[in-house]
């Protein structure tokens, strides 16, 4: 079965960066696009990026651009989220997703692993 | 402020039918597919959805939902305590060139 395990997370002083992997296995990773989305605590789903499944494009949402890169590494089967200059209102859980098809949306979901931004 | 608004709350009692509605625009949800997660108390997303209304395998057949121009609904139906969750839509948005989620949806099962 599909899984997916997010790591890296942890406490980080503001301005400092943070890279978070994700593992995955139980399908053939290099053929799937890829999401990372993010929860504040308490609050909603946010979308950060996307990657095709060869790399070729990658999407963000304008709050992120240039601060975060999505990449991935198909001969490791992991995804990669690199985050520079973090901020307070970075603190959240972030969740490395698979798409579905044509990166239109995810069908399965890692655990998240917690950011904390905090001096 | 998201571009899809979801009601912040909804509820009924066990065997009733509720909604929840997802209002977009002409750049998402008139647009693309949409997108509908479950989200039990301290777990991640599950899909419930996709494709506008279509069950991934092992979603009971309660859960339905459906697409008119910018606006999406999800429909449960023989509500279950265990439905009691945040639920989300989502949709690409050629616009923002970029997924956007509803805000969520609290469904409390009374």
């Known amino acids: 079965q599909v899984q997916l395990v997010e790591s890296g997370g942890g406490v980080v002083q503001p301005g400092r960066s943070l890279r978070l992997s994700c593992a995955a296995s139980g399908f053939t990773f290099s053929t799937y696009g890829m999401h990372w989305v993010r929860q504040a605590p308490g609050k909603g789903l946010e979308w950060l990026a996307a990657i095709a499944y060869d790399a070729s494009n990658e999407y963000y949402t304008d709050k992120v651009k240039g601060r975060f890169t999505i990449s991935r590494a198909n001969s490791r089967n992991t995804l990669y989220l690199q985050m520079n200059s973090l901020k307070p209102e970075d603190t959240a859980v972030y969740y490395c997703?698979?798409?579905?098809?044509?990166?239109?949306?995810?069908?399965?979901w890692g655990q998240g692993t917690l950011v904390t931004v905090s001096s | 402020q998201s571009v899809v608004t979801q009601p912040p709350s909804a509820s009924g009692t066990p065997g009733q039918r509720v909604t929840i509605s997802c209002s977009g625009s002409?750049?998402?949800?008139?647009?693309?597919?949409v997108y509908w997660y479950q989200q039990l108390p301290g777990t991640a997303p599950k899909l419930l959805i996709y494709h506008n209304n279509q069950r991934p395998s092992g979603v009971p057949d309660r859960f339905s939902a459906s697409k008119s121009g910018p606006s999406a609904s999800l429909a449960i139906s023989g509500l279950q305590s265990e439905d009691e969750a945040d639920y989300y839509c989502a949709a690409w948005d050629d616009s923002l060139n970029g997924w956007v989620f509803g805000g969520g949806t609290k469904l409390t099962v009374l």
């Open positions: 002409t750049s998402n949800i008139g647009t693309d597919t």
């Open positions: 997703a698979k798409d579905r098809s044509g990166l239109l949306g995810a069908d399965q």
